[in-house]
């Protein structure tokens, strides 16, 4: 499935999306142990909780995940649907951000709007890591596209940039539970592992508006 057809797919009852490589591609930087506790648990439960939410809300079962976002955010009464439906799609995005062999830098429009923003690519890097290590507990850290500029912001929990005017490029998943097996304690070696050995800079420039 790829990842603008698990934005939009409608039909309730979610399923786990598929990732879109083996779960061993990915090693030594994130092992299949990762995937089978990150993907087919934490990721299924999240699709799980959100489906038994919808089943009493027939007013948001018939539309997308992207729209049962928006419908939900900021809504003290839907907190849940919004929680689990953002960190279903959050998810997805986060696997589609990383390939096998992946790093090394971008290139073309995407590498001249980083050197635009950041000041070069090095710098991009710094302040990814920056952000990605100073998230207070659980979150995210995001390369979004802000018109014709790009940003590094950083989100707590499940809140996403697709509620705000921020337009998502990749991002990192900064939860404990997605670098606890393969580097413990060591966030900033997960950050710099996923910069080094994993983003997938082609699914990034895809995603320029
Ligand atoms: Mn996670």
């Excluded at 083996?22 to 087919?40: G, I, N, R, V, W």
């Excluded at 489906?51 to 948001?60: D, F, G, I, P």
């Excluded at 635009?116 to 998230?135: L, R, Y």
Aim: charged share 20%; hydrophobic share 35%.
């Amino acid at each position: 499935m790829t990842f603008s057809q698990v934005a939009n797919q409608t039909s309730f009852p979610f399923s786990l999306p598929t990732l879109p490589y083996d779960k061993t591609d990915l090693m030594p930087h994130m092992s299949a142990e990762t995937f089978e506790y990150h993907h087919e648990k934490h990721h299924q439960a999240y699709v799980t909780n959100l489906n038994k939410l919808l089943e009493s809300n027939a007013s948001l079962n018939t539309e997308s995940l992207e729209k049962i976002i928006h419908l939900s955010h900021n809504k003290p009464d839907m907190a849940g649907i919004f929680n689990n439906a953002a960190q279903v799609w959050n998810h997805t995005f986060f696997w589609h951000s990383m390939k096998k062999n992946g790093g090394s830098s971008p290139s073309g429009k995407l590498l001249s709007m980083i050197e635009k923003s950041f000041g070069g690519f090095e710098q991009f890097t710094e302040q990814f890591k920056q952000a990605a290590t100073t998230q207070f507990g659980s979150g995210w850290a995001w390369l979004v596209q802000v018109g014709n500029a790009l940003e590094i912001i950083k989100t707590s929990n499940a809140d996403t940039p697709i509620t705000s005017n921020k337009h998502p490029l990749i991002c990192c998943d900064v939860w404990e539970h997605a670098y606890y097996i393969d580097y413990r304690n060591k966030r900033p070696d997960f950050v710099s592992s996923f910069l080094k050995d994993l983003v997938n800079w082609e699914f990034a420039e895809s995603n320029l508006k």
